[in-house]
């Protein structure tokens, strides 16, 4: 047996299941076992919600999935404590890539081809390790001298979060940040 630095994850809770899968790598619902997918593979050193436990495997909330990992006497975890972030009022919200200011203020400052788009779902009930709370802003490198007037700065705060292998960030309205 060689040593990794991941764990597979599956669909339900069996080595017969299908791997789960991420719109960005494929146009399958099915993951794979090659190295560049990522989309299937939780990396040491990240952090995530522990939904459940079914005898050696534990399910953990992924990317909006519900994934679960090979976890003998769970030698493959560490027990955390801190904050979840959870969507508010049962209802998926959008996760968004950077922490961007509304469309309407990059607009105005004169942004173009740069907006603030999602690019994943966290559906009603999951549940992210808090990553912190930030002031939208935006670093417009058009500008022909590197002074504070280039960022372009709006009063929406995000909270980031670990969602699959990305940093992702949701609007703070749209959460409830809740201590675990």
Do not use: C
């Amino acid at each position: 047996m060689k040593g990794s630095n991941f764990v597979y994850l599956y669909k339900q809770p069996s080595f017969d299941s299908e791997l789960i899968a991420d719109k960005d790598f494929s146009n399958s619902t099915v993951g794979t076992t090659e190295k560049d997918d990522w989309a299937d593979k939780a990396v040491t050193g990240q952090q995530f919600y522990k939904v459940g436990q079914s005898g050696d495997w534990t399910e953990i909330d992924y990317g909006g999935q519900a994934a679960w990992f090979y976890n003998p006497d769970n030698a493959n975890t560490t027990a955390a404590a801190g904050k979840l972030v959870t969507p508010k009022n049962d209802k998926a919200i959008p996760v968004y890539g950077s922490a961007y200011p509304d469309n309407s203020i990059l607009k105005k400052n004169k942004v173009t081809g740069t907006k603030a788009t999602p690019l994943y779902e966290m559906p009603a009930g999951q549940k992210y390790v808090f990553g912190g709370e930030m002031t939208a802003d935006y670093f417009n490198s058009h500008f022909n001298s590197n002074t504070a007037k280039n960022v372009i700065k709006e009063n929406t705060k995000y909270v980031q979060v670990q969602f699959n292998h990305r940093i992702g960030f949701v609007k703070a309205t749209d959460v409830d940040v809740v201590d675990q």
